[in-house]
């Protein structure tokens, strides 16, 4: 188990031993806390396959797709925050993502942090995945490995470049505001012993669906901004919800939480707006969205204006403190069945689609965890505020764990880092079946396994 906590003002002196002060122009700022916010375009090519594969490959882009980050620097060595407007970002493709980063900011993989926002009509990225559908003459693409490598090359060049225009940072401030009616539970049809009937999707037309509750989400958008005196340099969003309004249609796009970021961008051009997806594995806009461009109209209005409400009650304090903290993890896997039948499954034409795409997926995280390559759990605290860093789908219940672990509640979580596990149930709801259950790639020891990365990164 890693396990690092560095204070930058303990660690300031180190200044000019780290790798990047002598390609910085703000090295002689020693001591001082910089930011260096960066952006570049992921948009995939025309023909590119969407979500794995499993719907129409790209044949339009409506908007463009974005990886959007900082690097803070003099917190000992440089901490990376990314949100990747992708579906996911899985095993292999993560530390890749990962390493390079680091490489161009000068630090450590562990200290890098890359999440995607999950909109569907993006690309799914696992590399081990798609050498197993590649070998396969008649099945569609997961990614095209060489379009994935020049993002990471762009990746790399946009890290190296915004580290060259850092600005000064002396104050922070953490806001936030509810959503109405965007987020609802997917998990609220059960028969009376609790197990899940049918799922509320991202979009639903089904009434009885509609006029079902909520059911259990986090209302709450939070936001936190880096300031340069009175300047805001940075805002860094947090909620949780499934993106989607609607899908499928070969229509690239960053979707409603894309386009009210733009939109936030647009109107406070000054400043640097980042968007994370929080624990959203069972949170999606069902309730609310019947998938009409309409109703993604008015998603993307209502999170706009959360966006606006949360940064409306940003209250800027000085920093005095940073720590970083990680720590390691290596769930069990829960592969059914064995290894051996999902290879004879993604070569046996007689069957279509995701039976045949899935299967890759669950043979390159069984394989990872073999190699016992971990996932690693962060979070940065900034003077009591915590940006928390986790895998996958997980479920809404661990943001709403991480809260009640800290007794002031001030955590943002950040989901989507690497998706290799896809779903995280919490354990008492994997009796209870649904889809999400049916596509969880670990066992329930998973919920202890996170939940003790959490409070150990989180509280110590
Ligand atoms: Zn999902």
Not at 8 to 20: E, G, I
Not at 56 to 74: S, T
Not at 317 to 333: D, F, G, H, Q
Not at 342 to 348: T, V
Request: charged fraction near 20%; aromatic fraction near 6%; include cysteine.
């Amino acid at each position: 188990m890693l396990h690092h906590r560095r204070s930058f003002l303990a660690a300031s002196t180190a200044w000019t031993l780290l790798p990047y002060a002598a390609q910085s122009a703000t090295a002689e700022s020693a001591g001082n806390l910089h930011l260096a916010p960066f952006r570049f375009d992921v948009t995939p090519p025309m023909g590119h396959p969407c979500c794995g594969g499993w719907i129409k490959p790209v044949e339009v882009v409506d908007d463009p797709l974005e990886a959007i980050g900082v690097v803070l620097l003099g917190a000992g060595k440089p901490i990376v925050l990314c949100a990747v407007d992708w579906t996911g970002i899985l095993n292999e493709a993560h530390v890749a993502w990962r390493t390079a980063i680091a490489e161009a900011a000068g630090t450590t993989p562990d200290r890098v942090a890359v999440h995607c926002v999950h909109q569907h009509n993006a690309p799914f990225a696992c590399l081990e995945a798609e050498k197993l559908v590649a070998a396969q003459t008649d099945l569609q693409h997961i990614v095209f490995p060489d379009f994935h490598a020049r993002c990471i090359d762009k990746a790399r060049a946009s890290v190296e470049k915004a580290i060259k225009n850092s600005v000064p940072i002396s104050h922070v401030a953490m806001g936030s505001a509810a959503v109405e009616r965007v987020a609802s539970n997917r998990r609220l049809d059960r028969d009376a012993e609790g197990r899940v009937k049918s799922m509320r999707g991202s979009a639903s037309s089904d009434a009885r669906l509609i006029a079902m509750p909520e059911g259990l989400i986090d209302p709450l958008l939070r936001t936190v901004a880096f300031f340069n005196g009175t300047q805001k340099v940075a805002s860094l969003h947090y909620y949780a919800t499934h993106p989607m309004s609607y899908y499928a249609d070969g229509r690239v796009t960053s979707d409603f939480v894309g386009l009210a970021r733009k939109a936030r961008q647009a109107e406070d051009a000054t400043c640097h707006h980042v968007y994370f997806t929080g624990c959203a594995g069972n949170v999606a806009a069902g309730k609310y969205n019947n998938g009409t461009p309409k109703a993604r109209a008015d998603l993307t209005a209502r999170m706009l204006a959360g966006l606006r409400a949360s940064e409306e009650r940003l209250n800027p304090v000085p920093v005095k403190s940073i720590t970083w903290n990680t720590a390691e993890m290596l769930p069990t896997a829960r592969i059914k069945p064995a290894v051996q039948e999902l290879l004879a499954s993604i070569a046996n034409k007689a069957l279509k689609g995701a039976a045949r795409n899935r299967p890759a997926y669950e043979v390159a995280w069984a394989r990872r965890l073999e190699k016992k390559i971990p996932i690693v759990v962060s979070a940065l605290n900034v003077d009591g505020i915590r940006l928390l860093h986790l895998p996958a789908e997980s479920f809404v219940q661990y943001q709403i764990r991480a809260t009640s672990m800290v007794a002031d509640g001030r955590v943002a979580v950040a989901a989507y880092g690497d998706g290799g596990p896809w779903y995280i149930p919490i354990k008492e709801e994997y009796p209870n079946g649904g889809y999400e259950v049916s596509v969880a790639f670990s066992d329930d020891s998973i919920d202890a396994t996170m939940t003790a990365a959490m409070r150990r990164v989180l509280i110590g």
